[in-house]
């Protein structure tokens, strides 16, 4: 029995040991779904383990493929888990990013990019539709043909650095933010096939009157045609999936805001800010003001704007730094300066992303 009984204390012991080191390495033994952001940011992406199936992409997909057949298309892409939205080129399918396969990468992508692309179902269904585009191109060899030249243009245009859009223009259709479609002959075709994909567009009513129309009915003729058609190529390549992404969460996180904060610093802020606020004095600090107000801001200036909200926040964060040095203070009601504040950093933000942003290499 003290023998029967001395086992018993030293397995008690060896328990307790166990749980401690548990305590002080719980990140090691809890699922990655529990570690909070700071744990989690440390976890490079390919440990996590993630596919689409049992995702709430995979519904999504489904709603594609349905919309595909209703379409008349034979054509289905392949996807794939990976860094971000991209079709490669001469693949038939195309990468979904990671955060999208999980509501808890979904929440971090928001705290560290205070948003998340193709985060709803709408936005995740324009962004599927318009990469089905791309990948529908590169099964077709569609760009090669003189008829989609006569359309959208020569698709061996060199991408641009940066564009300046016409907000105006009816030339192009709207499916996508920052009036993409007119960035390049390439994403003006995905942009009409997504428009042309979409059940709920109702195309030919909403563009009625556009020159546009004549890309959708066009393109509309010609997939009429090709819909029913075994795609000439078919691939199952991968570029970059996240079983072979072995940088961590952090690592990521920090060379995407590297690329929305962009490799030029924002213009010089002084004399804009100066004819907003003045100089000095008892008023309230424009610098705090901009703080309190950050929210309303950045919420009004990325819904009008379309921009990218990280890239609106950079601008703001840059602003209200000017204004501390400057040591502004507010010169107006507030309400109207608020407007006014809402004016200046669209205008600011759109002069920062189209002065160069990478957001529209592809």
């Given amino acids: 029995m003290a023998r029967r009984s001395g086992n018993k204390r030293h397995a008690l012991a060896v328990a307790r040991s166990a749980k401690a080191r548990a305590s002080r390495h719980g990140s090691r033994s809890r699922h990655w779904t529990e570690l909070s952001d700071r744990e989690l940011l440390a976890r490079p992406i390919a440990s996590l383990d993630l596919s689409i199936a049992g995702s709430p992409l995979e519904a999504r997909l489904a709603e594609l493929e349905h919309e595909l057949e209703a379409r008349g298309l034979r054509f289905r892409p392949y996807t794939w888990l990976s860094s ?21 990468l979904m929440r971090l992508e928001r705290n560290q990019m205070l948003e998340v692309e193709g985060g ?17 191109d590169n099964a077709y060899g569609l760009h090669r043909k003189k008829r989609w030249r006569d359309l959208f243009g020569r698709f061996t245009t060199p991408y641009r650095q940066a564009y300046t859009p016409d907000p105006e223009s009816r030339d192009f259709v709207h499916n996508l933010d920052y009036w993409y479609s007119q960035s390049h002959p390439a994403e003006d075709y995905a942009e009409t096939f997504a428009v042309w994909l979409d059940p709920s567009s109702r195309w030919r009513r909403r563009y009625a009157t556009w020159p546009a129309l004549r890309k959708l009915e066009g393109l509309d003729a010609w997939l009429a045609e090709l819909g029913p058609k075994a795609p000439p190529r078919r691939t199952r390549r991968r570029i970059e999936p996240t079983e072979e992404l072995e940088l961590t969460l952090g690592e990521y996180y920090r060379a995407k805001r590297a690329i929305y904060a962009g490799d030029e610093p924002v213009p010089d802020l002084s004399p804009r800010l100066e004819e907003l606020f003045r100089c000095g004095g008892r008023r309230a600090s424009a610098a705090t003001f901009l703080r309190k107000n950050r929210r309303r801001l950045l919420n009004a200036v990325a819904r009008a704007t379309g921009q990218h909200r990280y890239l609106v926040d950079h601008v ?3 602003m209200i730094l000017r204004c501390k040095q400057l040591d502004l203070r507010l010169s107006g009601p507030e309400d109207v300066t608020l407007t006014d504040a809402a004016a200046l950093l669209s205008s600011l933000t759109m002069r920062f992303l189209y002065g160069g942003h990478p957001r529209y290499h592809r």
């Fill in 120 to 136: 709803t179902q709408a936005w995740c269904m324009q962004l599927l539709r318009h990469e089905t585009a791309h990948a529908f």
């Fill in 84 to 104: 971000d939205w991209f079709t490669p080129d001469g693949l038939t399918g195309f990468a979904i990013p990671f955060f999208l396969a999980h509501p808890r």
């Fill in 316 to 318: 703001l964060r840059e």
